[in-house]
Structure formats: structure tokens, C-alpha cells
């Protein structure tokens, strides 16, 4: 293969996954070299890796994954979570983000200015966390693994401790130069101000700490944001502070205006100094600083909390010997035991003994769940009143308390598309007010008030210090932080912002039947004889043998009610489910078919007239009724009942009441189907669907203007969730569904779907208001500011709680009641 490398390529390795011989390694490597700008791709079948040079101006990683994905193969990637320091506005996130984005083997980095994290995704075997780490440093900031020793909690609290003393510091000092200040206003003159507090040599020892110990950290942000070929608030900030310094700063210099000063006479020049501008903005900045970091530390409580039920320590069985272990350690197959009043500290199966256990934290219902051998447990729920030995089955990232802190962790790292608004602001905003500001300062010093060289440049300072971009760039990720962590605790899971942004504006919900608007726990009800002869005994044990194999619920049902008459069922010799139709099974040397009529009629079973009737009479009840054949003729047939949810009838009338149109989907008859959705409040039925249908449904509601949301449970659900605009999986269903849906609802309860359009609307409203301030803020006070109608410290004190106000306005959310 010809080397097209150059001195500009990068270097990048993926670990692939699939490859089983050599003609799969030759295939990548020819399909990856076909890529534009990929000079050379060698891929290794012994290491399963893909060494890649390539051109960063013509093509990025994430086109090698989507490459070796369309050939059949996979690519492994790993995760890092990063705790960022130094951030001061949007302006930070964005360039950390953008720089690593362009690191070699980053495929995606996400900043959070609010939760000040970041979460890159990287090739694994390209890069490692250190990289990130010392690229993060490199831009001018920290960076703490997440997996570090140092607790992020403890992080965070030194921080804010860090902050609240600067700005008490920063307080005192500042205090004698606002007392000075009111000097300069006329209806103050009755309060008394120390004479040596108009000094400017006291003012100037007050003042230079402020600015170059306490204000330190505006000049580095500032220095580090322009190498960097950017801008932030520091920028702004810096500017300010230092015009009103420096020009103090030589005013007092002038001999003839200190001795004017020193010698007792009036001093004139008192107002022209702004040594108090200085120290109070910094001052007001640094309180503002404080109160952000209080309250965006309150945004993150819904994780805490998360974390905080799970169990931190198992009583292990190892050697025959109980050992109190931390939960880290646990292993799968691992034995351990949970006492009455204990939490169980990973997910498992119960292997002996019996109990209650109080699974309100997952399902939302307060009474506890009776469990016993061969029961599943759930990490982090409550055994009430027996002794449990169970056996680990998930452990560390695997279990279920763990999976749902990871999916409200990624929602709330994420950005909703209304995010890019404020983005696209915050890349132009510094440059914009500094023109603005020296336009001020030009247009008051030469036209408005000639060679008034301290009143224009009060104009500028103000116009600086009152445009800060922090408001902007905290009022989309707060309020998803916070919205996201709310639904949480209600068992509503938003994977992520652009989900939560969509769920607004959802106008038709699908609903599947089984195990959604039912319970999805069906019994067997009816059992009538066709007239094979077969008794009914014998019926039963064909057809729970060849119902064995099968998933379904209903099939589940049948062969729960077939055993429960005391009938032993053996397994099928061959089975084969048909999604839609039934199944068909080899029992005993004759061959079984269990299903619809569309299954007999494709089989070329004629059914009676009797059995039509009394299958007509059991759907017309609400009930499932399934047809068996034996050996090619009719058996007779079994009716199934699911009873729906308690919940679904109050669901669909909240639903409606939103303006949402309801429509159920299933594979069960018409007249079953229209008896369920009838009980439910339910207008409108979609029968006779089968799986692949579902998708192809939803695609003909999109295609008539809907924007529709999925909700469902089983794996033949999958698709259709992925194909609507909105998929929520019921917590109570199967991963697969979980895993192609937008949004899981843990409680299984039918209200969570208008809880979770409700919550969605109101983060999406509360985002809009938090924008709206904040833009409207800048808006109209910049042009104030600019007209001279504002005082720098004022300018300064509006900056500070614009950022603090955007913050508590999205912590609003937390106090939402569903």
C-alpha cells in the first residue's frame, strides 16, 4: 500500500471488534484507505487494531467509526469524566471543548459550564486520560479525573470556601473607599467621612491588593483567553478595572494634585478618582462568583441523592465465612446476605429465604414486594422483615441504580439544540462590547462632553463591566440540570437535552397494549375442545410445551396457568416463534400450532363455525383469545385476560386534556383491541399491527404532521420507539426497549407520560426565560450603561446578579410537583 502520509498527518488507533480472519482485516483496511484524506491504514488481526494516518483538515475520527461500522464491524470507545476549574463564562467551555475536539482520538467532548465537567468520548488505545488532563491545563485551566481520590464534593467545597474568603477579604478592604464614595454625592453631605479615606495614597494601598492579589485570577483568565485567540468575561473584567485603576493611579502621581491632596485644602480631584470603581467591582464580581457556585452545587443534588441510596458496604459469603466488604468489591456469582432493615447493595437473585422488600426507590409504589428464592432483587432497595442470602448478578456500572445515575449523568452533560443560540452569542459577544465601549468612551470624550477625559472613561468602564457572559452561558445548562434531576426522582430518565427539548412540542402518543395501558401479566381464563378428540388435559400439555420457548407475556401466562393445574410440561424438540402470527413447535413427534387466525389461515387450517363464535365472544370481553392445531387440524382454543393498568384510564385523560391525541397499537384482533382501549378512554385503535408494522405506523403519523411519541415495553417494541420522534420505554420492560428509547419511565405507570411532556415543557419554558434575561439584560443595559445613566459599581452589582438570578431561576425546577 502506497504511504500518502505528510509531515502535517495525523496518527490515531482504533480497536475493532468483529474481526474474525484475515479477509476481515484486509476489508477494513482497504475500506478505511478509500477514505479522502487517509494516507496510509494498516489494521492488525492479532492486536484488532486500525493504525490510521490521516490529513485533520480533510477527515475526523468519527468518519473511521461510521466506515468500519457500514463494513459490519465495531469500534471500541472509552469515556472520561472530568471535574474543569477555572471556568468564568461560556466563552471557557466553549474553547476547552473546541480543543479537545481537535485532540487525535477525541470523537466528541462535551463541557458543562453549570456542572463545570467535561465528558469526552476517545478512541480506546489513542489517547489517555492524562492527555486530557494536560490539554485542559495547556488551555489555562484544571482538571480533575472523576475517578481520582479527591471527591468531587470535596473539590467543590474548597472552592466555594476559596471564593467566600476572597470576597470577604476583598470586602473589608473595599469598605473604607464605599464609605469615601458617598463623598461624592451631594444629599450625602450629613454623614461623616474620615478625611484620611479621601486620601489617594490610602486609597492606593487599599486598592492594589484588590486589584493584583484578590483580582489576580481576571488578568491570568484574560492573559490565557487571548493567547488562546478568544475572549471570556476576564477580558471584560480586566479592561474595566484596570482603565479605573491606572487613570487613578496617575492622577494621584500628579504632584500638584497630591500636594493639593495632602496639604488639608479641598480636594478637587476627589471625583475624578475611581480607585472604589476598581475595588468594588472586583468586590461585587467575586460575591457574585460566590453565590454562583453555592447554587450551581444545589443543581447537582439530584445525582447526590441518587448516589446517596446506594448501599456502601455487602456482607459476603466467602470460605464459609461472612465478610463485611465495601460494594466495589463485590463480584458477580458472588453470595451475600441482607438482614430486615438493610439495603441490598447490588442487583441479584434471590437464592434462599424470604422477605418483603421495599422497591419504592425504583417503582414509586409504597408497598413492599414479597420476594423468596428465584426472586430478582434490585441494588439499593430495602429489605423489610426476612433474611435474604442472594446471589450478585450485576455489580458496579452494571446495575440498575447505576445505569439510571449514568443516563441522568449524560442528560444532564449534554446540550439541547436551544443551547446552540447562546453558543453562537457568547463566540461574538466580548469583541462586540469592547467596540461598544471604546465607541462609548470616543463619542463622549469628543462629542457629548469634550476633553471630559474621566467622564467618558466611566462610560466605557461601565459598558464593560455590565456585559458579562456568564448569564448566557448558564441558562441552558442549569436548567437541564436541573429539570432532568427533578424528572429523575419522579423515575422519569431523559438520556438527553435534545429529548427533553423534543418532548414539548409531542402531540400524539402511541401506546402499546401489552404490558403499557394492561398490566401485562395475563392469566389463562378459558380453555374449550375442539373436536379432535384430544382431551383437554392433553391439549393443555402440547401447547405449554410448545409456549415454553416463547417470551411473549401471553405465552408466559399460558404456561404459568397450564402449571398451576399440576400438568409437568417438557420443552418443544424445535420451536419457532413467527412475531405477529404465533409460534410452531415439535411436541411429543407432533407438530403444535398456537396463534392468531392469520397463522391457521397461512398454515391451511379451517376453523369451525363454533369456534369463531365463542373466539368473537371472549375478544368482545377484552380478552385474548388464541387458537391451537395439532398435526394440521383443529385442537380448540385458550383465552387469555389482562386487566389494564389502574393508572392508564387517569393517564389518557390527562393527555387529552394536553391536547395530545392518544392512540393505542397492538397485534391483537380489532375487538379485542377496541374492548381494552374502550376500558382505557382510548378513541383510537390500531389492530392487527404486527412488529415490523409498529415502525411503519408511527412513520405514517409522522408523515401526516405528528410528532409522536412512542411508548412501549417488549423487544418487538424496539423499533417503533426508535423511529418516533420520542421512544419511552417502560422501566418494567426489557433493556432492549430501554436501550432504543429517548426516554425511560423506571415506575411502569402510565402517568409519567404526561409527567414527563409537562416536565419537559417547563424546563424548556424556564430555558426561554433564563435567555430572555439574559440577552435582554445585555440589551438594555449595555445602552444604558453607554448613556451614561449607569455608574460602574452599579454596572458591577447588575453583572454579578444577572449570572446569580439565571442560576436560581433554573433551580426553580427542583420544586416542580408532578
Known amino acids: 500500500m502506497e504511504n500518502r502520509a505528510t509531515d502535517g498527518d495525523k496518527q490515531t488507533t482504533l480497536h475493532i471488534t468483529g474481526m474474525s480472519c484475515a479477509a476481515c482485516a484486509s476489508r477494513i483496511e482497504k475500506g478505511l484507505n478509500r477514505i479522502d484524506g487517509v494516507a496510509q491504514a494498516n489494521v492488525n488481526l492479532a492486536l484488532e487494531q486500525a493504525s490510521i494516518s490521516y490529513d485533520p483538515k480533510q477527515v475526523e475520527i468519527p468518519e473511521f467509526r461510521d466506515k468500519i461500522a457500514s463494513l459490519g464491524f465495531g469500534t471500541v470507545s472509552e469515556e472520561a469524566n472530568l471535574n474543569v476549574t477555572g471556568m468564568t463564562c461560556a466563552a471557557c467551555a466553549t474553547r476547552i471543548e473546541k480543543g479537545l475536539n481537535r485532540m487525535p482520538g477525541v470523537t466528541g ?75 461624592h454625592f451631594s444629599f450625602t453631605s450629613w454623614i461623616y467621612v474620615p478625611e484620611l479615606f479621601l486620601n489617594p495614597w490610602f486609597q492606593l494601598v487599599l486598592t492594589t491588593p484588590i486589584q493584583f492579589v484578590i483580582g489576580w485570577q481576571f488578568y491570568v483568565g484574560a492573559y490565557k483567553a487571548l493567547r488562546n485567540g478568544s475572549s471570556n468575561m476576564d477580558v471584560l473584567v480586566a479592561l474595566g478595572t484596570s482603565a479605573a485603576y491606572f487613570y487613578s493611579l496617575y492622577l494621584t502621581l500628579r504632584p500638584s ?29 467575586l460575591v457574585g462568583k460566590w453565590f454562583e457556585a ?65 422497591e419504592s426507590m425504583l417503582s414509586g409504589e409504597s408497598l413492599p414486594v414479597e420476594k423468596e428464592a428465584g426472586s430478582a432483587v434490585t441494588g439499593a432497595t430495602l429489605n423489610k422483615n426476612g433474611v435474604l442470602r442472594i446471589q450478585a448478578e450485576r455489580v458496579g456500572g452494571d446495575t440498575a441504580l447505576a445505569r439510571i445515575i449514568k443516563v441522568v449523568e449524560d442528560a444532564q452533560n449534554s446540550k439541547a439544540p436551544i443551547q446552540r443560540i447562546a453558543d453562537q452569542i457568547s463566540g461574538i459577544f466580548v469583541p462586540i462590547v469592547v467596540a461598544i465601549a471604546v465607541l462609548a468612551f470616543i463619542v463622549w470624550f469628543f462629542l457629548v462632553t469634550p476633553t471630559d477625559f474621566a467622564g467618558s472613561l466611566e462610560k466605557m468602564i461601565a459598558v464593560l463591566v455590565i456585559a458579562c457572559p456568564c448569564a448566557l452561558g448558564l441558562a441552558t445548562p442549569t436548567s437541564i440540570m436541573a429539570g432532568s434531576g427533578r424528572a429523575a426522582e419522579y423515575g422519569i430518565l431523559f438520556k438527553g437535552g435534545e429529548h427533553l427539548e423534543m418532548t414539548r412540542s409531542v402531540n400524539a402518543v402511541v401506546l402499546d397494549k401489552t404490558g403499557t395501558v394492561t398490566n401485562g401479566k395475563p392469566e389463562l381464563t378459558d380453555v374449550m375442545l375442539g373436536a379432535s378428540g384430544l382431551a383437554e388435559k392433553d391439549l393443555l400439555r402440547l401447547l405449554g410445551a410448545a409456549e415454553k420457548s416463547s417470551e411473549h407475556p401471553l405465552a408466559e401466562a399460558i404456561v404459568k396457568g397450564i402449571a398451576d393445574r399440576g400438568i409437568e410440561l417438557v420443552g418443544p424438540t ?75 384510564r387517569e393517564a389518557v385523560t390527562r393527555l387529552r386534556a394536553m391536547n395530545i391525541e392518544v392512540i393505542m397499537i397492538t397485534g391483537d384482533n380489532e375487538r379485542t383491541a377496541r374492548a381494552v382501549a374502550a376500558e382505557a378512554g382510548i378513541e383510537r ?132 410537583k408532578l
Open 109 to 183: 467532548a462535551t463541557v458543562n459550564l453549570a456542572m463545570e465537567t467535561a465528558h469526552v468520548e476517545y478512541a480506546a488505545g489513542s489517547i489517555a486520560v492524562g492527555d486530557l488532563v494536560s490539554k485542559i491545563e495547556q488551555l489555562g485551566y484544571g482538571a480533575i479525573p472523576q475517578s481520582a481520590e479527591d471527591n468531587i464534593a470535596d473539590v467543590r467545597s474548597k472552592d466555594i470556601h476559596r471564593k467566600k474568603w476572597k470576597w470577604i477579604v476583598s470586602a473589608v478592604l473595599s469598605f473604607p473607599l464605599l464609605w469615601a464614595m458617598v463623598a
Open 257 to 285: 494634585d497630591v500636594m493639593e491632596g495632602m496639604s488639608g485644602m479641598p480636594v478637587m480631584t476627589m471625583p475624578e478618582l475611581y480607585y472604589e470603581t476598581s475595588a468594588v467591582l472586583i468586590t461585587l464580581i
Open 294 to 358: 453555592v447554587a450551581k452545587g444545589r443543581s447537582s443534588e439530584a445525582i447526590k441523592s441518587l448516589m446517596s441510596l446506594q448501599a456502601t458496604t455487602a456482607r459476603v459469603v466467602r470460605d464459609e465465612q461472612e465478610l463485611d466488604i465495601p460494594i466495589e468489591q463485590v463480584r458477580v456469582k458472588d453470595i451475600f446476605i441482607v438482614r430486615p432493615g438493610e439495603k441490598i447493595p447490588v442487583d441479584g437473585v434471590v437464592v434462599d429465604g424470604r422477605s418483603a422488600v421495599d
Open 574 to 648: 424445535d420451536f419457532e416463534n413467527i412475531p405477529g402470527y404465533g409460534v410452531k413447535a415439535h411436541v411429543e413427534g407432533k407438530q403444535v400450532l398456537a396463534g392468531t387466525r392469520r397463522l391457521m389461515s397461512r398454515e391451511g387450517i379451517a376453523i369451525d363455525d363454533s369456534a369463531e363464535q365463542h373466539m368473537n365472544e371472549l375478544e368482545s370481553a377484552g380478552k385474548t383469545a388464541m387458537l391451537v392445531a395439532v398435526d394440521g387440524a383443529y385442537a380448540g382454543l385458550v383465552a387469555v385476560a389482562d386487566t389494564i393498568k389502574e393508572t392508564s
Open 685 to 816: 385503535v390500531l389492530a392487527e399491527v404486527l412488529p415490523e408494522g409498529k415502525a411503519e405506523e408511527v412513520k405514517r403519523l409522522q408523515e401526516q404532521g405528528m410528532i409522536v411519541a412512542m411508548v412501549g415495553d417488549g423487544i418487538n417494541d424496539a423499533p417503533a420507539l426508535a423511529t418516533a420522534n420520542i421512544g419511552m420505554a417502560m422501566g418494567t420492560g426489557t433493556d432492549v426497549a430501554m436501550e432504543a428509547a429517548d426516554i425511560t419511565l423506571m415506575r411502569g405507570n402510565l402517568n409519567s407520560i404526561p409527567d414527563a411532556i409537562e416536565m419537559s415543557r417547563r424546563t424548556m419554558t424556564n430555558i426561554r426565560q433564563n435567555l430572555f434575561w439574559a440577552l435582554g439584560y445585555n440589551v438594555i443595559g449595555i445602552p444604558i450603561a453607554a448613556l451614561g445613566f449607569l455608574a460602574p459599581w452599579l454596572a458591577g452589582a447588575a453583572m454579578a446578579f444577572s449570572s446569580v438570578s439565571v442560576v436560581l431561576n433554573a433551580l426553580r425546577l427542583q420544586r416542580v
